[in-house]
């Protein structure tokens, strides 16, 4: 079993849909969670950090469940800059974070 | 600042050939890892460094190594390419304690025939 596991996708859905995204994750002792954006062909970048109170991000929303051991992203209001992959990412402590393989949305007008 | 930079963007090699990947970084930070990035995986972490002269491995070390001697450089090396090292090479760089924002330089393309 994967570590992190996500829905690959990929999610198609016009502008101005909501849409969600989980990640289930394996070690119950990981530390922290995070979101990160990956365009097509260019690096990943950190799009929010995911608190167990969950925390929203102007038309992002990232929640934790910990008993259920999952993480969930919502996007309102879906922009065709949305389009991208999402990486769901846990720190499992010592230094080292995990990586899902991501969920691709592609936001069609 | 020019973040994190990498060279090559693309590379093709023959099996057991080697090369260096190189990193550098101007932020100032302690914290540098490489990992690669194959379809359908996660970004996996090969090698990672919280400091000059202090390197440790990752999940899939095998066939790679690393070296810091400056805060700024941390460069791969392929020590006989294999067909399964085809990947996605990214490194990045992180304040030590602050890991969860890793900044990522753009990747090498690299394919080994």
């Known amino acids: 079993r994967k570590e992190v596991e996500q829905d690959p996708g990929p999610f198609n859905v016009p502008e101005g849909a909501t849409v969600a995204f989980n990640c289930t994750y394996s070690n119950s002792a990981s530390q922290s969670f995070f979101w990160y954006r990956q365009d097509c062909r260019k690096e990943p970048k950190l799009l929010m950090s995911?608190?167990?109170s969950g925390n929203e991000d102007g038309r992002f929303t990232a929640q934790l469940n910990r008993a259920s051991q999952y993480i969930s992203l919502l996007i309102r209001d879906s922009k065709l800059s949305d389009s991208a992959t999402y990486l769901c990412?846990?720190?499992?402590?010592?230094?080292?974070?995990?990586f899902g393989a991501g969920t691709i949305l592609r936001v069609k007008s | 600042n020019a973040g994190v930079t990498q060279t090559p963007k693309f590379q093709v090699l023959k099996t057991g050939q080697s090369m260096t990947l190189q990193c550098a970084q101007d932020m100032n930070h302690e914290y540098m890892s490489w990992y690669r990035q194959d379809p359908g995986m996660g970004l996996r972490l090969i090698h990672y460094?919280?400091?000059?002269?202090?390197?440790d491995q990752g999940e899939v070390p095998n066939g790679y190594n690393v070296s810091r001697s400056t805060t700024e450089d941390f460069p791969l090396r392929l020590l006989s390419a294999a067909p399964s090292q085809t990947s996605v090479y990214f490194c990045?760089?992180?304040?030590?304690?602050?890991?969860?924002?890793?900044?990522f330089g753009p990747g090498t393309r690299l394919t080994v025939l």
């Open positions: 995911v608190y167990s």
């Open positions: 990412v846990v720190n499992i402590g010592g230094n080292k974070l995990v």
């Open positions: 460094s919280v400091g000059a002269g202090i390197t």
């Open positions: 990045a760089s992180s304040y030590v304690g602050a890991q969860f924002e890793q900044f």
